[in-house]
């Protein structure tokens, strides 16, 4: 960060964004997260949840900057579903969420094939596949991506009670049993 923005005063910075958000006008739009400290949220166009901001986003197509004070999933989001010609910002690149950090792609891909190695990959009589992979929205885009290069689904906590009866209906396993499975057929170490 520059020296001048550490020794400038709240009073200095807040004139500082103000006029850059006149100067920039349309062409930015600013997100802020719930969870975001008034100090932040303050300047934001929209204050949602990780869900709601990325949709809020989706209000502003002619913004060719996205500033996503948020964690690094909620940025991804943002720009997957913004356009080639948008740019999104993570302000802080060091934000993180600890439940985005509990799965990982490599460990996802390896459980993935135990359980394709346990119950196959071809539907049952009824169309069914035997697993139906659904990751919530505090995961990174790797794991949105392999949620639906597998013909899973992403889950939020509003549309989770839809989700998945979405997925019991094509899936041949609950996802709790599929859990318990896991865990006691994986290797230790």
């Not at 990780?50 to 964690?71: H, M, R, Y």
């Not at 539907?123 to 885009?141: F, H, K, L, W």
């Not at 899973?152 to 499975?181: D, H």
Request: charged share 25%; with cysteine.
């Amino acid at each position: 960060m520059p020296e001048e923005y550490k020794l400038a005063s709240d009073a200095e910075l807040d004139a500082r964004i103000r006029t850059a958000k006149e100067t920039l006008g349309d062409r930015a739009v600013i997100l802020g997260h719930f969870y975001q400290r008034d100090e932040v949220v303050q300047y934001a166009d929209f204050v949602g949840d990780s869900f709601q901001l990325a949709n809020a986003a989706l209000t502003k197509p002619d913004a060719e900057a996205i500033i996503f004070c948020g964690v690094h999933f909620m940025a991804e989001t943002a720009d997957i579903l913004s356009s080639a010609d948008q740019a999104v910002i993570l302000p802080n690149l060091a934000a993180g969420c600890s439940m985005a950090d509990m799965a990982d792609e490599d460990s996802v891909e390896e459980c993935w094939e135990q359980l394709e190695e346990l119950f196959g990959t071809a539907p049952d009589s009824e169309g069914r596949a035997p697993v139906i992979p659904v990751t919530y929205m505090n995961s990174s885009a790797a794991l949105k991506a392999f949620c639906g290069r597998n013909g899973g689904i992403v889950c939020t906590s509003s549309n989770a009670k839809t989700v998945l009866e979405w997925a019991f209906e094509r899936g041949q396993r609950s996802s709790s049993s599929l859990t318990s499975t896991w865990a006691a057929t994986r290797p230790r170490r």
